[in-house]
């Protein structure tokens, strides 16, 4: 199993170093197919979510997920027959409500002991744990590769279209709720390519008499940022902002109207900068994309004590989730002192 477990640590590996994720994959399938012949369900989902790497999927983020959420729930239909597992309604259910992972492990007490185990293999970096340490759960030595090698096909699907579009995907929904609001100005700080912002300025221009603005920043230009694919972005005209100084953002508000702070998946680490912007931003509405809470996948303890400490949440809006991850929007209003 060595060669196995270091293919899949070359996997995860290949987004930090530039490695050929496609060729490794295709690697890690045929390591799979001779443990497996007789799992072939298993490699058919691998193959279909890998071909994110060599067709054209366009340009419109929802209508590419809304294309591949069929083999996500298959692959959530193929596990729990794996695990022999029969409340998936529970499971689904945890996966579209709740918070973050941290929140499915202190509520899923009502699910059986399977689906709560089902739930831990679900996490995004579970394949990376040693094949020694899957058999401490999972007796079949056949059965631990399928899963990993399943489980690494999708993490690396939703970080090739994440690096490609954002790391959230938007909804009509949900934009038409952000536009429809009294801000004046959203301020997209951490943009990456720009793409909610791309989306949010659609919106806009579809919505007659809105005179909303957006205003992307990033601390470094697109096709630059090792957090995206390193191609253009969405937007043209992308801020770059000293991620301790964002005064200059904030020189946009407009008198008499709101000005709104968007962050889309503030890292777990190094997020000082999101801190400072929470502590100096001028405007009174806050809207946080992604995971949500201490415990989360995003923020550090200290980014979510500032914004509770600042911040009240006034709506929650769902968005599409990629399985393992914990995507919601939450809008915040600043506390009265």
């Given at each position: 199993?060595?060669?196995?477990?270091?293919?899949v640590?070359?996997?995860?590996?290949?987004?930090?170093d530039?490695?050929?994720?496609a060729?490794?994959?295709?690697?890690?399938?045929t390591?799979?197919?001779?443990?497996?012949?007789?799992?072939?369900k298993?490699?058919d989902?691998?193959i279909a979510?890998?071909?994110?790497?060599?067709s054209?999927q366009?340009?419109d983020?929802n209508t590419?997920?809304?294309k591949?959420a069929i083999?996500y729930?298959?692959?959530?239909?193929?596990?729990?027959?794996i695990?022999t597992?029969?409340?998936?309604?529970?499971?689904?259910?945890q996966?579209?409500?709740?918070?973050n992972?941290h929140q499915?492990?202190?509520?899923?007490?009502l699910?059986?002991?399977?689906?709560?185990?089902?739930l831990?293999?679900l996490d995004?970096f579970?394949p990376?744990?040693a094949?020694?340490?899957?058999k401490?759960?999972?007796a079949?030595?056949?059965?631990?590769?399928a899963?990993?090698c399943?489980l690494c096909h999708?993490y690396c699907?939703?970080?090739?279209?994440?690096?490609?579009?954002a790391?959230s995907?938007?909804?009509?929904?949900v934009?038409?709720?952000?536009?429809?609001?009294?801000?004046?100005?959203?301020v997209?700080l951490g943009?990456g390519k720009a793409?909610?912002s791309h989306?949010?300025?659609?919106t806009?221009s579809?919505?007659?008499?809105n005179?909303?603005?957006?205003i992307?920043?990033?601390?470094i230009?697109?096709?630059?940022n090792?957090?995206?694919?390193?191609?253009?972005?969405?937007?043209d005209s992308?801020v770059t902002v000293d991620?301790?100084?964002c005064s200059?953002l904030?020189e946009?508000?407009?008198?008499?109207?709101?000005l709104?702070?968007?962050?889309?998946?503030?890292?777990?680490?190094?997020?000082?900068?999101?801190?400072?912007?929470?502590?100096?931003f001028?405007g009174?509405?806050?809207i946080?994309?992604?995971?949500?809470?201490?415990?989360?996948?995003?923020?550090s303890?200290?980014f979510?004590k500032?914004v509770?400490?600042?911040?009240d949440e006034?709506?929650?809006l769902?968005?599409?989730?990629?399985?393992?991850?914990y995507?919601?929007?939450?809008?915040y209003k600043?506390k009265?002192?």
């Open positions: 199993m060595e060669a196995f477990d270091n293919t640590i070359s996997v995860y590996g290949s987004f930090l530039g490695g050929d994720t060729a490794l994959l295709e690697r890690l399938r390591l799979t197919s001779s443990s497996i012949s007789c799992l072939t298993i490699l989902l691998s979510l890998s071909t994110v790497y060599t054209d366009g340009q983020y590419v997920f809304t591949f083999h729930a298959a692959i959530i239909t193929l596990l729990c027959n695990f597992i029969e409340d998936t309604k529970g499971i689904l259910l996966l579209q409500f709740a918070n992972k499915n492990q202190e509520k899923n007490t699910l059986s002991e399977p689906a709560q185990f089902l831990e293999v995004p579970s990376l744990q094949h020694s340490t899957w401490q759960q999972i079949d030595d056949n059965q631990i590769v899963v990993r399943l999708l699907h939703r970080e090739y279209l994440v690096r490609k579009f790391y995907v938007p909804t009509t929904d934009l038409s709720f952000l536009v429809n609001q009294n801000y004046g100005v959203i997209s943009c793409y909610w989306c949010l300025r659609q806009i579809s919505a007659c008499g005179r909303l603005k957006v992307p920043a990033d601390i230009v697109s096709n630059a090792p957090a995206t694919d390193c191609c253009d972005g969405f937007c992308i991620p301790n100084d200059v904030w946009e508000k407009i008198e008499g109207m709101d709104a702070l968007l962050l889309c998946w503030v890292p777990k680490v190094k997020c000082e900068g999101f801190i400072e912007a929470l502590l100096t001028p009174t509405c806050l946080l994309v992604g995971e949500i809470g201490v415990g989360s996948a995003s923020g303890n200290l979510w500032t509770t400490e600042h911040f006034t709506n929650k769902m968005l599409p989730r990629y399985l393992g991850w995507d919601s929007v939450v809008v600043r009265k002192y």
